[in-house]
């Protein structure tokens, strides 16, 4: 089973279409931690919290998705982060 489904069971219904951090740091090839970071540092957007059960879920909505997409492709470089990044 993929990540992806594992992480299915914790999205509420009308969420279904958004992403956890897992999900987002497959799609653009970054780790978690970095995601996180960046998110912190308010370099992507930041994700709504959403409750679920004992657990708080960070969910990108598709444009949010869209949007650090593009800006993994032309602003943040790959690798290890710069201390301007």
């Not at 990540?3 to 009308?14: A, E, S």
């Amino acid at each position: 089973m993929s990540n992806t489904v594992n992480h299915l069971k914790y999205k509420p219904r009308k969420f279904r279409n958004y992403l956890t951090v897992g999900e987002l740091a497959e799609l653009v090839g970054r780790d978690v931690s970095r995601i996180r970071k960046l998110e912190k540092e308010g370099k992507i957007p930041q994700a709504s919290r959403v409750q679920c059960g004992q657990i708080e879920v960070r969910l990108w909505s598709p444009a949010q998705v869209e949007e650090i997409q593009r800006l993994f492709d032309e602003v943040i470089r790959p690798g290890r982060p710069s201390a301007d990044e």
